[in-house]
């Protein structure tokens, strides 16, 4: 079966780094995306990896290893409007995007 | 640019009545469209996709159906509601780009059934 197994909740302060892991089993792999989604809203997309490697975009960076079947999402300089949850999810080989349940990020001061 | 709104934001509905969410996607063409739901603190799963006008997709076997009268309007329907379709709906969108079928969503429908 597919799978996606990130973390159910992750607690962090203000002004430090923290890192979201994601592991995936899936038929096939097209790329793998992160979105965070603050509580209430829909869920905005963050990152796109497809290769392995690290992309930087800003504070928010995601890291991939496709060989290991493992993501991460690193957030540095924390702000209190990072409080959200994180998702992760697979592209399979029809491209279909196989979700992971999220990680509850809560910050504080 | 993209946009996509999805209406109405909240409902509160009794059990057995009929439900009608509606989408659009506006500035792209043919888009890929989904329907999603997500139950509190829980998931998201997919309910519908959408490849084409009158082409539908069904993930999960339910008392939920979905239709696609035009390109860029996609709409979730039922004929009557049980107390477990209560939940954040969630309709969006895709292109195929070589980089990726990046999804984005609307704002979402909360969905209570009493």
């Known amino acids: 079966g597919q799978n996606i197994d990130q973390p159910t909740e992750m607690t962090a302060t203000e002004g430090a780094i923290v890192q979201i892991n994601c592991t995936y089993q899936t038929s096939g792999f097209n790329g793998l995306f992160w979105y965070q989604q603050h509580a209430g809203e829909a869920p905005t997309f963050l990152s796109y990896?497809?290769l392995d490697g690290l992309e930087e975009k800003g504070r928010f960076s995601s890291f991939l290893s496709r060989s290991k079947g493992y993501s991460y999402l690193l957030l540095k300089e924390l702000q209190m409007k990072d409080s959200a949850s994180y998702l992760c999810?697979?592209?399979?080989?029809?491209?279909?995007?196989?979700w992971g349940a999220g990680t509850k990020l809560i910050i504080k001061p | 640019s993209q946009t996509i709104h999805q209406w109405p934001a909240t409902l509160v509905q009794p059990v057995g009545s009929p439900l009608s969410l509606e989408c659009t996607v506006e500035g792209t063409s043919n888009p890929n469209l989904y329907w999603y739901r997500q139950a509190a603190g829980r998931g998201l799963q997919l309910l519908f996709y959408s490849v084409g006008i009158g082409q539908i997709s069904s993930e999960v076997p339910q008392n939920l159906s979905a239709s696609r009268p035009q390109d860029r309007q996609f709409i979730l329907s039922s004929k009557k509601l049980l107390l477990s379709d209560s939940g954040f709906y969630l309709c969006?969108?895709?292109?195929?780009?070589?980089?990726?079928?990046?999804?984005?969503f609307g704002e979402g429908s909360w969905l209570t059934v009493v």
């Open positions: 990896n497809v």
């Open positions: 969006a969108w895709s292109v195929t780009p070589e980089g990726g079928n990046t999804i984005y």
């Open positions: 999810a697979v592209q399979d080989s029809n491209y279909q995007l196989i």
